[in-house]
C-alpha cells in the first residue's frame, strides 16, 4: 500500500535515510515529469520509561510507565528476554515481580518491526528507608571476576554519600553507573577462588531481595573453589608433583583471568611420570582428579615454600598464590622424595627424584603396644630438634630433650634420631628411629609434604 517497511529489525533511535522515486501516471506526467525523487532522512521511534525505579505496595504487579505507546515489550534476566507483541498500543505495561524488591532489564518499541535496548528496571518496597537491590542477588553463587551491582531506592550520593561499601580482600573498584546505581568491577584475581564475598551497607540502608529478606544491611555471596583437576595440573607444572603434565590444546593463557577460568574448568591433558623407576607404591597413590594423599603431601609442600600455612586446604589465598607460581613461573627444584618404612624388616629406603638415595638402612619402628600406624602420611612438621614428651604403655610420664632432625609424618610419629644400643627391631613408641647420623642424611630430604610410607 502506501507504507514502506523494513525487511529486518531495525535499533530503535536509529537514523535511516529513504531515497524514493515516484512514478507519475500518464495523465499528468506530462504537466509535472515522469517522476519524482525523495530523500528523507527521519529517526525510529523509541520507547521511554517514566521511570526505571519503582515503589510498589503490597503484592501488586510491576507498573511500566512509558512516555509514548509501544506495541512489542521484551522482558527477563540479561541476555534471556522473552519478547511478545501486545495487544494493542499502549503506554501503562503490567509485568509480574518475584520478590519484595528486585531488577528485570526490559526492552519496548512503539514499533513491531523494531529492537530496543534493554534497559534495567528496579523496584523497591513502599517506605521511607533507603533501600537497595544487589545484581546477582545476595546468595547466590558467582565467579571470581562478577561484577556485583548496586541499585538504591534513591540517589547514590544522598544514600552513601561519598563512602562505599568495601569489599574485604577483593581486587577491584567501585564506578558509578546512574544517579541510583554504582557497580563493584574486579580486576587481577577477583575475589578469589572459594572466597566469601562480603558487603556492608551503611547503617540505615536495607539490603533487599534474594536470601537477604527485607532487613539486612549486609550481602553474602560464595565463589566456588577450583577444581582438584585444575589443582593437579598446577602442582605438577611447578614440580611439585613427580609426574609432568602436558595440555591437549594450545594451554591456559597467562593472566589471571584466564587462570581463575582454568581453575574452576580444567583444561584437558595427559600426566606421565618424570622418574622411570618411580616405585609402585607411589604409583599406587595417584588418583586423577582425586584428592589423594599424594596430592594433600603436593600442596603442603607448595604451602611451605610460599611462606603460607602447610594444612594442605586451597582457599583462597592458596589459589591466588599458585596462579601467582604459575604465570611467574616459579617452580620448585627440590625434586621429590618418598620414604618407605618396612615394619616386617625394620628397614627405611629413601628414594628421591629417581634415585635410591638411602637403601634398606636399620630402623626401630614401635612397639606393639605402641606400634607404629601403616598407611601413608604426608610430613606436616620439620624441625631441626625439639622435646619429645608423652605418656609410655605403663602410665608414666618420659620427656626427651634436644631429639635431633624430626620429621613427623602421623600424629606423634616422627622419623628422627635416636640413641639405641641396636637397630633392626620395633623399639620405639610409634616413631621410626634412626642412629644420628643417619637421620641427620635423611632429614634434608624430609620437608614438609614429604610422602611416608609405612607398610
Excluded at 587462570?259 to 574448568?265: C, F, I, P, R, Y
Amino acid at each position: 500500500g502506501d507504507k514502506i517497511w523494513p525487511t529486518r529489525p531495525l535499533p530503535a533511535g536509529e537514523r535511516v535515510t529513504l531515497d524514493v522515486a515516484v512514478k507519475r501516471p500518464a495523465v499528468i506526467s506530462w504537466a509535472a515529469g515522469d517522476t519524482e525523487t525523495l530523500h528523507v532522512t527521519l529517526a525510529t521511534p523509541v520507547a521511554v520509561l517514566r521511570s526505571q525505579f519503582l515503589t510498589v505496595r503490597g503484592s501488586g504487579p510491576l507498573k511500566l510507565r512509558f512516555r509514548t505507546p509501544v506495541v512489542v515489550l521484551a522482558a527477563g534476566s540479561p541476555g534471556h528476554l522473552q519478547r511478545k507483541g501486545l495487544p494493542g498500543p499502549t503506554s501503562l505495561v503490567t509485568l509480574p515481580r518475584s520478590g519484595v524488591a528486585g531488577t528485570i532489564s526490559v526492552a519496548a518499541a512503539p514499533r513491531a518491526w523494531e529492537k530496543a535496548k534493554p534497559v534495567t528496571v528496579s523496584w523497591f518496597p513502599a517506605g521511607g528507608a533507603a533501600t537497595a537491590v544487589a545484581n546477582p542477588a545476595p546468595g547466590t553463587p558467582i565467579e571470581a571476576s562478577t561484577p556485583i551491582t548496586l541499585t538504591f531506592s534513591k540517589p547514590v550520593s544522598a544514600t552513601l554519600g561519598s563512602h562505599l561499601p568495601p569489599i574485604p580482600n577483593a581486587q577491584g573498584s567501585w564506578h558509578q553507573l546512574s544517579s541510583h546505581s554504582i557497580v563493584f568491577e574486579p580486576t587481577g584475581y577477583g575475589y578469589g577462588l572459594g572466597a566469601k564475598v562480603q558487603l556492608a551497607l551503611p547503617t540505615g540502608v536495607r539490603l533487599v531481595g534474594g536470601q537477604q529478606g527485607s532487613g539486612s544491611s549486609a550481602g553474602t555471596w560464595r565463589v566456588p573453589g577450583g577444581s582438584t583437576a585444575r589443582l593437579q595440573q598446577m602442582l605438577a607444572l611447578l614440580n611439585y608433583l613427580p609426574l609432568r603434565f602436558k595440555y591437549s590444546g594450545s594451554g591456559v593463557g597467562l593472566t589471571p583471568k584466564d587462570q581463575l577460568n582454568a581453575a574452576v574448568k580444567a583444561p584437558a591433558g595427559n600426566f606421565s611420570w618424570r622418574y622411570s623407576n618411580t616405585p609402585s607404591a607411589l604409583r599406587g597413590e595417584w588418583a586423577p582428579g582425586s584428592f589423594g594423599v599424594m596430592t594433600r603431601g603436593a600442596l603442603m609442600a607448595f604451602e611451605n615454600s610460599n611462606g603460607l600455612t602447610p594444612d594442605g586446604v586451597a582457599g583462597p589465598v592458596v589459589w591466588r598464590t599458585l596462579i601467582s607460581a604459575v604465570l611467574a613461573g616459579h617452580r620448585s627444584s627440590f625434586g621429590y622424595t618418598y620414604v618407605m618404612v618396612d615394619k616386617s624388616s625394620q628397614r627405611l629406603t629413601l628414594w628421591h627424584s629417581g634415585h635410591t638415595v638411602i637403601g634398606a638402612t636399620p630402623i626401630n619402628t614401635g612397639i606393639a603396644s605402641a606400634p607404629t600406624a601403616s598407611g601413608t602420611y604426608a610430613v606436616f612438621e620439620h624441625l631441626p630438634v625439639t622435646t619429645m614428651s608423652g605418656t609410655n604403655p605403663d602410665g608414666s610420664h618420659y620427656s626427651d630433650p634436644g631429639i635431633p632432625d624430626v620429621s613427623y609424618f602421623n600424629g606423634g610419629d616422627a622419623l628422627h634420631g635416636f640413641t639405641r644400643a641396636q637397630y633392626g627391631s620395633p623399639q620405639s613408641l610409634g616413631c621410626v628411629e634412626m642412629p644420628y647420623a643417619m637421620a641427620a642424611k635423611v632429614y634434608p630430604y624430609t620437608p614438609i609434604g614429604t610422602l611416608v610410607h609405612v607398610a
